[in-house]
């Protein structure tokens, strides 16, 4: 049990009403142990770190990215945490911006598979920024814990309202979710009692955010989950600092969270502290292995098994693929060209189109110059996209099936039940911790990665987390391609 803060300005370390499920929670946050967890749920914790950390290497120094870092820093200016892979630092609430928006820059990130956020760009940059700014020494133990709470806070409020429901009513949920997320773990290495980390969660929910069309053109949805991370800092900054936030924020029926965000969809509030504590659902965390969004890699996998059966493109008459209703609203649209390369990495029959010609969908399908390609927009015109209501269960949602009508008459259907790295098909410890040594391999940087691999994997026994944060604080090089 945490036992450091101090009480709260009403006097007390209990939250209003300990028995609600904001209550419940606040109370499961304060008191969360490096003992509490299961090895197994450490060891998979720290695996999604490993992830999260090469994806903030990859995404440090993409176009976007740079932009970003010279608009945010001449806004921001100097401080003491570091802009990760760029040998600078600058603010705390400015580096969890950068931070989050550089893991979440490639679409390479985790993903919930029931309650869609990504997590490693919500609670790295906020665990980042806070831990740089305490006056102790932050043992690895304690950074597991406080990513822990936050990889089990953010899905869990994403279950009550439904998840992909978010998604297909045009919000970025993850970006929804995210600030309690990124509030739960700063909050748990602020020491907050129960009574503080209620403020904490009130003041992250009134700054949840996030617009889906941001996923046709714009950068801002690289930024949505930096801005997110970055507000659930100062959610717990602010609730250490005795400033009130919104009491009982879940249970409030005129302008609480769940009412608002679920206004007509039954939101489930129950669902946020089911189980707290025994079922962790951080557990259902999916790892990337293509650089797309996750509602495209089903479809992808179809494609793959396609072409290993050796159907060439150019004998397809038509390709016709139906997925569950939150994939097709977040990942279908016709496109034209120009398409930018947010528009293709979000889009089911781009990535569907270079993983039947390119034989996989990584950096190198996503250039300037493979997006404008004419074999690309002549499948791309041989694909149409269709909601399949029998994959709309949660169960289901990332099902996929596909049909080629060949031009010999002939008409092929593969269906799989998900793609490889979720649910269905899991990639392994081993299989992560090879996805982020090839990433660092691509980087050039896989004598580095030696010792953040060596520590992160090691967490739990590492003195001080500082360290791990000075390895990766430094320069890194830009992805070898041209986007």
Request: hydrophobic share 45%; charged share 20%; with cysteine.
């Given at each position: ?10 006097g ?8 609600g ?5 606040a ?43 010279g ?11 570091p802009?990760l892979?760029?040998?600078l ?9 950068l ?15 029931r ?32 990513l ?22 045009g ?23 129960a ?13 949840s ?10 950068m ?27 009491k ?8 609480g ?20 504590g025994?079922?962790w ?37 038509s ?8 994939a ?8 034209e ?11 089911i ?39 399949c ?26 269906e ?35 010792r ?5 994997l ?16 430094a ?8 986007l």
């Amino acid at each position: 049990m945490n036992t450091e803060s101090t009480d709260s300005p009403s006097g007390t370390t209990a939250p209003t009403d300990p028995e609600g499920v904001t209550g419940r929670l606040a109370t499961w946050i304060a008191g969360l142990t490096h003992d509490d967890i299961p090895d197994a749920v450490r060891e998979r914790a720290r695996h999604l770190l490993l992830d999260g950390l090469v994806c903030a290497l990859v995404g440090a120094r993409l176009p976007w990215s740079e932009r970003a870092v010279g608009a945010v820093l001449a806004l921001e200016g100097d401080g003491d945490v570091p802009v990760l892979g760029w040998g600078l630092t600058t603010s705390a609430p400015a580096a969890c911006l950068l931070n989050g928006t550089f893991i979440q820059g490639f679409e390479l990130d985790d993903y919930h598979v029931r309650a869609p956020l990504h997590s490693n760009s919500l609670v790295v940059p906020s665990a980042v920024s806070t831990l740089l700014t305490l006056d102790r020494t932050v043992p690895g133990r304690e950074l597991l814990t406080a990513l822990i709470a936050g990889y089990e806070v953010g899905p869990r409020v994403g279950l009550a309202l439904h998840g992909a429901e978010m998604l297909s009513r045009g919000w970025h949920s993850g970006a929804v979710f995210g600030t309690h997320a990124s509030a739960a773990t700063s909050a748990w290495l602020w020491r907050l009692d129960a009574a503080r980390v209620e403020d904490a969660l009130g003041l992250a929910a009134t700054q949840s955010a996030g617009l889906m069309a941001a996923q046709y053109e714009a950068m801002s949805k690289r930024m949505h989950h930096g801005f997110s991370s970055r507000n659930g800092l100062y959610a717990a900054a602010l609730a250490e600092a005795g400033y009130t936030g919104i009491k009982r924020v879940y249970e409030r029926e005129y302008g609480g969270f769940l009412a608002t965000f679920g206004e007509g969809h039954a939101p489930r509030a129950d669902l946020i502290t089911d189980r707290l504590g025994e079922e962790w659902v951080l557990m259902d965390t999916g790892v990337k292995a293509y650089a797309a969004m996750a509602a495209t890699h089903a479809p992808v996998d179809c494609a793959l098994r396609a072409r290993s059966r050796g159907i060439p493109p150019e004998d397809i008459a038509s390709i016709s693929i139906e997925v569950s209703h939150a994939a097709y609203h977040h990942g279908w649209w016709k496109p034209e060209p120009p398409l930018e390369t947010i528009g293709a990495q979000m889009n089911i029959g781009y990535a569907v189109a270079v993983a039947l010609l390119d034989g996989r969908v990584l950096a190198e399908q996503f250039t300037r110059e493979r997006v404008g390609a004419g074999d690309v927009w002549s499948l791309l015109d041989r694909i149409d996209v269709r909601h399949c209501e029998d994959f709309d269960s949660p169960e289901d949602r990332f099902r996929a099936r596909m049909r080629l009508d060949l031009r010999s008459g002939d008409r092929v259907q593969i269906e799989v039940d998900g793609p490889l790295g979720g649910p269905s098909r899991p990639l392994s410890n081993t299989d992560v911790a090879m996805k982020a040594r090839r990433l660092a391999a691509t980087l050039d940087v896989s004598a580095r990665w030696e010792r953040i691999e060596e520590m992160v994997l090691g967490l739990d026994s590492l003195p001080d987390a500082s360290v791990l944060v000075g390895e990766l604080a430094a320069s890194v090089p830009a992805l070898p391609v041209t986007l």
